[in-house]
């Protein structure tokens, strides 16, 4: 299994960033997949996951409204669409899958087992 992630980079507050994670090793119709983020001095947290089974999705609150998790089967990715973002957001993106866990919540909540490398986000005007 593996995941890539790209697309972070510099952004100004209020500014709207979309990260990519390319799979591979396994498709988008069964596990869980979604995007963690850890920003310095702070633990990792689950930002936004997706059950690809059922489409469920979940969002820590920090970010529910402004960003948007969503998939293409076809082309093996998942994408977090950022808006409205401010320096709170600033910090190093991650997806991650568990074979394990189909369940969205689950996943954001838990500790997956596969990470990709992640992607800097940085909010600085």
């Known amino acids: 299994l593996q995941l890539q992630a790209s697309g972070g980079g510099l952004v100004q507050p209020g500014g709207s960033l979309t990260l990519s994670c390319v799979v591979s090793?396994?498709?988008?119709?069964?596990?869980?997949v979604g995007w963690f983020r850890q920003a310095p001095g702070k633990e990792r947290e689950g930002v936004s996951c997706?059950?690809?089974?059922?489409?469920?999705?979940h969002y820590a609150d920090a970010v529910k409204g402004r960003f948007t998790i969503s998939r293409d089967t076809a082309k093996n990715t998942v994408y977090l669409q950022m808006t409205d973002l401010s320096p709170e957001d600033t910090a190093i993106y991650y997806c991650?899958?568990?074979?394990?866990?189909?369940?969205?919540?689950?996943?954001?909540?838990?500790?997956?087992?596969?990470w990709g490398a992640g992607t800097q986000v940085t909010v600085s005007s």
């Open positions: 991650a899958t568990d074979l394990g866990h189909s369940s969205s919540y689950a996943l954001c909540t838990g500790r997956p087992s596969t």
């Open positions: 997706l059950s690809t089974w059922n489409d469920i999705t």
């Open positions: 090793g396994f498709t988008l119709n069964r596990p869980a």
